[in-house]
């Protein structure tokens, strides 16, 4: 029986590709979801994928992952830096959390070395482009055994 894991995505991510490449590079959004679906496939993990741009969306899409997911995957983009809601819905979730930024983080503004999210991620991508998804859902499937 395949497992399923939300892959939640924050503001402006829906841009990607058209949005500053030459940081976050020329993959769409719609290429990282096929890039999940594939590395979740070979986990025999099912994903839910999706992006807003609004912070009461992403939490109501962790509260359904409470009662629907074994794992979530998120990049939160700004809102790392910023929503203590975003940690407290996470902290009642208690399947793992992994936290996935296309950036290094720590090579950009020093607003950007915080992260509310991090206090309750299991681990954290960072640097990696859009293969840190893939990572991250690799090591969701080994985390869900």
Request: contains cysteine; hydrophobic residues 45%; charged residues 20%.
């Amino acid at each position: 029986m395949s497992k399923t894991i939300y892959i939640l995505n924050g503001p402006n991510l829906n841009l990607l590709g058209k949005r500053q490449p030459e940081i976050y590079g020329k993959e769409t959004l719609e290429d990282v979801e096929a890039l999940c679906a594939a590395e979740a496939a070979s986990h025999d993990l099912d994903i839910v994928f999706a992006q807003s741009n609004h912070e009461g969306e992403i939490i109501d899409l962790i509260h359904e992952a409470r009662e629907k997911a074994a794992g979530i995957v998120i990049n939160p983009a700004a809102y790392t830096h910023t929503s203590v809601a975003i940690l407290d819905a996470l902290n009642t979730f208690e399947g793992p959390v992994i936290e996935v930024h296309i950036s290094q983080v720590h090579k950009r503004e020093a607003f950007r070395h915080h992260s509310y999210v991090s206090m309750r991620a299991d681990a954290v991508m960072a640097g990696f482009g859009v293969n840190g998804y893939r990572l991250a859902v690799a090591q969701m499937g080994h985390l869900l055994g």
